[in-house]
Every structure is written in C-alpha cells, then in structure tokens.
C-alpha cells in the first residue's frame, strides 16, 4: 500500500506561481511513475505531469514550459511547481501512483495509477 498526501494548493491571480507536494508513504517502490492529475467538476481528469524514479519526466502540452516536476526521493516526495498560471489552470490537483510502470505508458493508461492522494485546490484568478 501506498499513502499520497498533496499540499501546497491555493488561490493566485493568474502569472502566479504554486508549488505543489506530495509526499508518499507506506510501501515504497524502487520502479514506479509518480504522477500529478487535475479535474475541474464536470470534465475528465487530466494527466498533467510525470516523473518516474529513474527520472524519466512527461508533460502534457497544456503544461509544458510552465510546470516542472521533481522528486526528492530521500523525502519520498514529489513537486509540481507550477508558474505563469492561468484562470484555465484552476481545478484540484492529485497526485497518483503507478507501481512497475514507466510513465509514458502509464499516461496513455491512467488505470495504470492504483494509488491516489486526496487532492489539493488550486485557484487562479484573472
């Protein structure tokens, strides 16, 4: 099993920056994409960002430029450091765990990621 705990999220107006966290616990894997999602009420959720612990990283297209994604894998923690955010970034943020998998192919299968965190807010204003 594993614990994902997000934090971090908040309101900005838009050209702000966030940085997000999620820190993981419980089993750790030593082959695993750790991944960051959003989803506004109403649409699908997005995949936004990936890192796997080799250090492999996907961004989606929406995002690349903007957010960078790291790990500290001494604090088992992920971050998502989000810059010139628009209105349109706004939805809540998870972070998710895809044991054995890289992220690429994980992306294209998001069933991929078992394990989820509760999710953290973030909202940019115009």
């Known amino acids: 099993q594993v614990q994902l705990v997000e934090s971090g999220g908040g309101s900005v107006q838009a050209g702000g920056s966030l940085r997000l966290s999620c820190a993981a616990s419980?089993?750790?894997?030593?082959?695993?994409?750790m991944g960051w999602f959003r989803q506004v009420p109403g649409k699908e959720r997005e995949g936004v960002a990936g890192i796997h612990t080799g250090g492999r990283i996907y961004y989606a297209d929406s995002v690349k430029g903007r957010f960078t994604i790291s790990q500290d894998r001494a604090k088992n923690t992920v971050y998502l450091q989000l810059d010139s955010l628009k209105p349109e970034d706004t939805a809540m943020y998870y972070c998710?765990?895809?044991?054995?998998?890289?992220?690429?192919?994980?992306?294209?299968?998001?069933?991929?990621?078992?394990?989820w965190g509760q999710g953290t807010q973030v909202t940019v204003s115009s």
């Open positions: 998710a765990a895809a044991p054995g998998i890289d992220c690429y192919t994980a992306f294209r299968s998001t069933s991929s990621f078992g394990y």
């Open positions: 419980g089993y750790i894997y030593s082959y695993i994409c």
